[in-house]
């Protein structure tokens, strides 16, 4: 994928999901690496379109707002 394309399933997806979702969750459902989909959720994060919060050694993504 393509990185604006990327952003947009990420954001689309959380937009989407009833509850938050892991980074694991995000990466699975977009057959992306681990590490793709925490960088991206990263960068939305600070683009400040996403929160997150941790639980453990997870963290979980949702729209900010």
């Known amino acids: 994928m393509v990185q604006k394309r990327v952003d947009q399933a ?3 997806l ?3 999901s ?5 980074t694991l969750d995000i990466a699975t459902k977009l057959h ?3 590490h ?4 991206y959720c990263l960068k939305l994060q600070l683009q400040q379109k996403v929160s997150s919060f941790t639980i453990g050694k997870s963290t979980a993504w949702f729209i900010k707002g």
């Open 10 to 12: 990420i954001f689309k």
């Open 14 to 16: 959380l937009k989407s």
């Open 18 to 22: 009833p509850q938050p979702l892991s």
């Open 32 to 34: 992306l690496a681990w």
């Open 36 to 39: 793709t989909a925490d960088r």
